[in-house]
């Protein structure tokens, strides 16, 4: 990597603390708006910038690593230039997402989209939901977050199967799905968004889920072709609990917001109070190996 004196580290968080040698610039002292964005050499993309953020390293005509704060970094790879290497936030948000994967299952298992119905109604609708426990789990994708989940889901009385694309350390490969998908009760989508992967669950793979099965998208909207899955959702056959959608942000008159059978987050699994310590711990741990002259780790790019 180049000498470590001449990085000018671009962040949100103002107390960031930076190797010797680094100079911490922030919202406050270096505003993306009007300041000369050439003298940033390592930018961490603001979380939940969007686009936006992204398009700003147009004019870091100096940079030479851009810092995702994000697992999935499907949209930044068009911002990739030459000299610049790109890493992702992988580990950061395993905790937050998992959590929410499994609210969000339990949700749609034991009905919770009724109870909101129903409190909002002022009426008391008691009926027999099915459990969480006893459900065979299929988790797709084989990550950090994958395997957070899968110990969040230790201490319930369920059976998990790993489902890759490699089908490595004792997982079932994903070109196997089709014959294992009618017998999971909840399926969790945990995998980065890629030509392999978008539109995975299309019409015919949903037909293909067992009848009251649940699936959990807490990955990329796209995995799931949206307009099967509300077929599927309005027949009464499946349930879902989606944090993230396609499109994104779902628009106001979007048929989704009403489909039956749903729970469903505005893609905040990694948004919680535990983003901010983990991902400065993340920033930290990187400016120390550029400053001892390593490559940052969580590379999945280079320009």
Known sequence: MTDSGKYNVWSQWEDLQVPDGMVALNPKNFPLETSDLSQISFYVAPYMGGRKVLEYTAAMTNLKVLQ??????DDALEFLKPGVTLCNARGVHDASTAELAVALAISSRRGFYDFAIAQSEQRWAN??????????IGIIGAGSIAHTLAKYLSPYDVEITFFSRSGL????KISELDTRLPELDIVFLVLPLNNESKNLFDSERLKKMKDGAVL??????PIVNTDALIAELNSGRLFAGLDVTDPEPLPASHPLWSAKNLVLSPHVGGN?????????????????????????????GKG
């Open 127 to 136: 009926k027999r939901y099915s459990s969480f426990n006893d459900s065979k």
């Open 169 to 172: 350390d004792g997982a079932v």
């Open 216 to 221: 959990v998208n807490v990955g990329r909207g």
């Open 272 to 300: 919680s109070t535990a983003f901010d310590s983990r991902a400065k711990k993340l920033i930290l741990s990187q400016l120390d190996l550029v400053a001892s002259g390593q490559e940052p780790a969580n590379i999945v």
């Open 68 to 73: 995702v704060p994000n697992a999935g970094f």
